[in-house]
């Protein structure tokens, strides 16, 4: 993985995504309808926040998450040498910065 590495969040409501934004720079997060299966309708007020990952957006996520109580299942993913990769990872209130920093280099990836 390499700077093209993101993390995304599905599920997201629209006051989510207000108080992501309080922790994040607009720069390092984008919204978009989440991906449905041919003939869903799906929510229309859900969203997947995709996030370029930095250690500045690791602890910015980090500090949203604790002020929401709720665990939130987060996907990594990234491109390394036009290989693409990921990984799934539950994050919660209490997961840290390490933790989250070990997941991704466990998975081939760093965090600049």
């Given at each position: 993985m390499s700077d093209e590495g993101t993390i995304e969040i599905a599920?997201?409501?629209?006051?989510d995504r207000a108080n992501l934004l309080e922790h994040l720079s607009k720069d390092m997060v984008e919204f978009k309808a989440p991906p449905l299966k041919p003939g869903e309708l799906g929510d229309p007020t859900a969203m997947v926040a995709v996030i370029a990952l930095s250690g500045i957006s690791i602890t910015g996520m980090l500090a949203w998450l604790s002020t929401q109580g709720v665990s939130v299942k987060a996907s990594f993913k990234g491109k390394m040498f036009g290989q693409e990769g990921g990984f799934d990872m539950v994050l919660n209130p209490k997961t840290t910065d390490g933790?989250?920093?070990?997941?991704?280099?466990?998975n081939g990836g760093s965090v600049t």
């Open positions: 599920g997201l409501s629209r006051r933790e989250v920093r070990g997941e991704v280099a466990k």
